[in-house]
């Protein structure tokens, strides 16, 4: 794991770069986060791993190694979010300022107060985010949506993960879509569990005459999305609403995506997400779910051992997926034919998570 402490680098055409820290808060914090730019007991584990390659997960998981690199992970998150809220604090009138005069054609929001928020997704700070997707004070709050900007900035800028974060979309489509479904021309498109919607933006990016819209449960999240969009002249549409039963009618996108959704859902809410995408899909029409392959399908023991350390550590607890052929039948079964690949090159990145899963299926 690679952190870039030392400078807040704003490169992002996805991102404006005005949302964004200018300094940062609590000086003495980031210099202890940088000193742990690489995580030491990793490789303490990955040795053990190596020398004892037929030991069970169960054994490997309460070894020293394991516990010593779960600690190191919980301690080095809560530095991070830490950092993240001294960043926000320290240049909050200007942001805040900046999100409430921000103009911009194009882009709109719709809050829905009465929506029901699954209860599971509530309880849940899934990776130790302060108050988690859903805190939400009302009115002008981007807080939540504030703080996951910052933490993907703070995890991507200057890490091998940094070209990858303004080019994920990009890639998706000339990876995947292009390959798979040469002649897709999408009119309406919509992005699933969109957060700040800066995906979203990219997929608006690359298909500029498309209508985009994206969904979520968080409103802190979407108005950070919407304001963001703004800034960046980005015409999205940003919609509170659940993923698994919304309100658009039968048939209307011709193309339905989700990014780093599908490992933070229950097993039933994603059954119910692709049961949705194949009633909300003209017939042709694609649903393409995107995740890390080592959340979703980690197919050797040490990407097994690398997943659940997420979860022991990093509060992942829906991250323990059906396997791949079990969603294939969840898509079948909703009358979609499914197309489920990876797509990345693992040497992308250092920690296992060069190779990325794609879960898709098109409508019959
Ligand atoms: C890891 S974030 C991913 C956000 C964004 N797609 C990205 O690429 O960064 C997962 C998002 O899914 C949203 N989410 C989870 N379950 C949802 C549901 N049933 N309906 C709508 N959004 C949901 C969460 O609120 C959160 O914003």
Request: charged share 20%; hydrophobic share 40%; aromatic share 8%.
């Amino acid at each position: 794991m690679l952190l870039n402490t030392d400078k807040i680098t704003k490169t992002s055409s996805i991102i404006a770069e005005k949302l964004l820290p200018q300094n940062g808060g609590n000086s003495e914090k980031e210099r202890q986060l940088s000193k742990l730019k690489t995580v030491p007991y990793r490789n303490k584990l990955s040795e053990r791993l190596s020398s004892q390659p037929s030991e069970s997960l169960g054994r490997i998981l309460k070894s020293v190694e394991a516990i010593e690199y779960v600690t190191q992970i919980a301690l080095l998150q809560d530095l991070v979010w830490e950092v993240v809220d001294a960043r926000i604090n320290n240049n909050y009138p200007r942001i805040m300022n900046v999100a409430m005069n921000a103009i911009g054609d194009g882009a709109s929001l719709h809050l829905n107060p009465q929506l029901r928020i699954p209860k599971q997704q509530l309880m849940t700070n899934l990776h130790w985010m302060p108050g988690g997707y859903l805190s939400d004070s009302g009115h002008q709050d981007i807080l939540a949506g504030l703080r996951y900007l910052n933490y993907l900035y703070l995890f991507s800028t200057g890490s091998p993960f940094e070209s990858f974060f303004d080019n994920l979309v990009p890639r998706v489509k000339d990876e995947f879509i292009e390959n798979y479904f040469p002649s897709l021309n999408p009119k309406r498109i919509l992005d699933l569990g969109c957060g700040i919607g800066h995906n979203t933006i990219s997929l608006k990016n690359l298909y500029p005459n498309a209508q985009v819209t994206g969904v979520d449960l968080g409103a802190a999240m979407l108005r950070c999305g919407y304001v963001n969009a703004k800034l960046l002249n980005q015409e999205i549409e940003f919609s509170q609403q659940n993923a698994d039963c919304t309100e658009f009618p039968d048939g209307h996108f011709d193309l339905i995506t989700s990014f780093f959704v599908f490992h933070e859902i229950t097993n039933t809410s994603m059954k119910r997400i692709i049961g949705e995408c194949a009633r909300l899909l003209r017939p042709g029409g694609v649903m393409v779910h995107f995740d890390a392959g080592i959340f979703l399908d980690p197919r050797t023991l040490k990407a097994k051992v690398f997943r659940d350390i997420q979860a022991l550590s990093n509060n992942e607890i829906f991250i323990v997926s059906p396997p791949l052929p079990t969603i294939e039948k969840m898509i079948e079964k909703s009358g979609m034919k499914p197309v489920v690949t990876k797509i990345g090159d693992p040497s992308v990145v250092n920690n296992n998570l060069g190779q990325w899963q794609i879960v898709a299926g098109v409508k019959l």
